[in-house]
């Protein structure tokens, strides 16, 4: 168990529909990473929040926003969802917010399912 | 630009056998190199990790990689290899300078022969 954790862990919807993931960071952790896996993408680095503050964006559509709230908690929101958006969702989190030194610890994923 | 490359897709090995998962990076400078590994239906466990010092670097579950600048590489090995080894293996780097980037490899697919 890494201490992340993430809600909920299956989602189905339909195309068109907006949906939102939820990630807890580890007990001390000021970042969290938002990741996308797919079979042909492979996993993809979304969006990168520090304490409340975006500090990176990766290959995250427009379609696709985040934040971070106070409590360090962060939700990750898909509107407009397209069948490509099925995929395995990954929060991780870690210590590090200012480069790439810190260890990320990975919660379990939320995989999503566009009908 | 940064990138990350694992050239296997699927490897096979008999248990037992030793273990070798290559990963080769492009980088302007030293960039941190992670190894993770994720089994099926989990997410990623960190199995090591290099910043700086020692080239050799131990991690868990008997896992050791090598850092080697001047092949731009950081394999992964393992002596012996476990039925429970079979997984997906990431290689990753992270950016040490400039706009925060960490970018995985595609990974690698270890499938164990009994």
């Known amino acids: 168990d890494s201490g992340v954790t993430q809600t909920p862990k299956h989602l189905i919807t339909a195309t068109g529909q907006r949906v939102t993931l939820r990630c807890s960071p580890r007990s001390g952790d000021l970042s969290v990473y938002w990741y996308q896996q797919s079979l042909d993408q492979g996993l993809q680095f979304l969006i990168h929040?520090?304490?409340?503050?975006?500090?990176a964006k990766g290959n995250i559509l427009e379609r696709f926003s985040a934040q971070q709230f106070p409590d360090l908690h962060s939700e990750l929101n898909l509107s407009s969802l397209e069948l490509g958006d099925s995929a395995l969702y990954f929060c991780?989190?870690?210590?590090?917010?200012?480069?790439?030194?810190?260890?990320?610890?990975f919660g379990p994923g939320t995989r999503l399912l566009v009908l | 630009a940064q990138s990350v490359t694992q050239p296997d897709i699927h490897i096979t090995v008999s248990e037992g056998a030793s273990l070798e998962l290559r990963c080769n990076y492009s980088y302007g400078a030293t960039p941190y190199l992670f190894w993770y590994v994720q089994s099926p239906g989990q997410g990623l466990q960190l199995l090591l990790k290099y910043f700086s010092g020692d080239t050799l670097v131990q991690g868990i579950k008997g896992f050791e990689a090598e850092f080697k600048r001047s092949q731009s590489s950081f394999n992964l090995r393992k002596p012996s290899v476990h039925w429970s080894d079979a997984a997906e293996y990431f290689c990753?780097?992270?950016?040490?300078?400039?706009?925060?980037?960490?970018?995985f490899g595609t990974g690698t697919r270890l499938k164990v022969l009994a």
């Open positions: 991780a989190s870690s210590r590090s917010g200012t480069s790439g030194r810190g260890t990320q610890y």
């Open positions: 990753a780097v992270g950016t040490t300078s400039g706009t925060y980037k960490y970018i």
């Open positions: 929040y520090y304490n409340g503050e975006e500090r």
